[in-house]
């Protein structure tokens, strides 16, 4: 049985990881983001492994929280809906290489939201 905190720091690993490979994945995409490149397939594997972590820890932390039975509250909705838009950046960066700097701050603007809805949890 893995304890609440082991589940936050699986937690914020997958987070760590995400964001590390979206990084790499934009600076790619400002340099043109030529399909094939030596170590894409790497970055792009890492952070759908990330987002795995990130979901099977985040359900972790849930159910050492008590929240399985019950209804979500809307926080975790907005978190799941946060997790699928980081999941769908990777698409994004390599369809729109020429939003990669936007993107780039954009990515770091909807870390801030997802770690201001885990501690104030709003509605
Ligand atoms: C499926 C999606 C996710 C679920 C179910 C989920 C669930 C949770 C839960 C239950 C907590 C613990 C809250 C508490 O201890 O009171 C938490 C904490 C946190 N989550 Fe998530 N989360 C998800 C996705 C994400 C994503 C995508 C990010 C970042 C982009 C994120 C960032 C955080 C942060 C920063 C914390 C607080 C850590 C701390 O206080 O040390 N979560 N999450």
Not at 34 to 50: A, E, N, P, Q
Not at 58 to 74: D, E, Q
């Amino acid at each position: 049985m893995l304890s609440y905190s082991v589940y936050k720091i699986l937690h914020l690993i997958g987070i760590i990881g995400v964001f590390t490979g979206l990084g790499a994945l934009i600076m790619h995409a400002c340099h043109g983001g030529k399909k094939g490149v030596k170590g894409t397939k790497m970055v792009k594997w890492t952070i759908y492994g990330s987002l795995g972590i990130v979901l099977v820890a985040g359900f972790g932390l849930m159910a050492r929280l008590n929240m399985m039975g019950t209804g979500w509250p809307l926080w975790i909705y907005l978190k799941v809906v946060i997790w699928m838009g980081l999941g769908g950046a990777v698409a994004l960066i390599g369809k729109k290489s020429q939003w990669a700097a936007g993107l780039f701050y954009a990515v770091i603007a909807i870390g801030g939201l997802a770690a201001w809805v885990a501690n104030y949890k709003p509605l």
